[in-house]
């Protein structure tokens, strides 16, 4: 079933159309990778959905209602920063009891799980500031994922992690798509998701340039290794 929806999308920053009629559907239960080179206008289409960037035409639409003027839609995304600034001097758990406020009980699971699965027990009272690149990220992983979100954006959600991390933040994304959410992933490493991902939507200019799975993409270009494939895409006119 559909959940969120863009028609004709479009943001102009002065002469200049940085993203321009992009039309996208996601669906419930789907792991979709977004991708593109800097400036392509992916995070300028994520900032519209979050209501942090208003489109200069176009529609979104969430559960088949138009998001325009409205604010209620979105304690039903969840947003994973790829660098979440938080309160140097609070702790994870702090952050947690603020988030749990900004969302409402009942938007917030119980964050114990996440805590287990990414080693944060011993860091979990302690400031931010004490904490390493890594244990930041999975805390950011462990707060954001908490949120009992129909559509989740997770930028660069990897980012800092090590291996063992990465295995675990790759099951809970499964575990959200088997819940029936929509799972967004923004990475420039697709290969790193390539292995869950239902699909993907590259971003180029501005536009759509590929929407489909990744095996479609592969034969359309004529390359088995995906780096190659998406290299290659700027040379094939109709995608």
């Known amino acids: ?51 942090l960037v208003v489109p200069s035409k176009g529609r979104i639409l969430f559960k088949g209602k138009e998001v325009a003027g409205e604010s209620e839609y979105r304690r039903y995304l969840g947003y994973m920063p790829q660098i979440p600034k938080f309160p140097e001097n609070l702790t994870p758990k702090e952050i947690f009891s603020l988030m749990r406020e900004i969302y409402g ?11 287990e699965e990414f080693s944060l027990r011993d860091f979990w009272d302690k400031p931010v500031r004490t904490l390493s690149g890594g244990t930041r990220q999975k805390m950011s992983a462990s707060l954001y994922l908490s949120v009992k979100a129909h559509v989740y954006f997770l930028d660069e959600p990897n980012a800092s992690l090590d291996p063992e991390s990465s295995v675990v933040l790759k099951e809970e ?6 819940e029936g959410a929509s799972v967004v992933i923004i990475t420039h490493i697709i290969s790193s998701f390539e292995d869950i991902a239902d699909r993907l939507i590259y971003f180029l200019e501005g536009r759509i340039k590929f929407v489909g799975e990744i095996e479609s993409l592969k034969c359309i270009t004529g ?14 006119e109709d995608l």
């Not at 009980?105 to 119980?110: F, G, S």
């Not at 994304?173 to 088997?178: E, F, M």
């Open 173 to 178: 994304i499964l575990r959200k798509k088997s």
């Open 1 to 51: 079933m559909e959940i969120l929806r863009t028609e004709n999308l479009g943001k102009r920053f002065g002469e200049k159309w940085v993203l321009n009629d992009v039309n996208l559907e996601f669906y419930e239960g789907e792991i979709t990778i977004i991708s593109g080179p800097n400036g392509s206008g992916k995070t300028t289409f994520i900032k519209s959905i979050l209501g």
């Open 223 to 236: 390359e088995n290794d995906l780096e190659r494939a998406i290299a290659r895409m700027e040379d094939v």
């Open 105 to 115: 009980k009942d938007r917030m699971e119980d964050p114990q799980r996440y805590i």
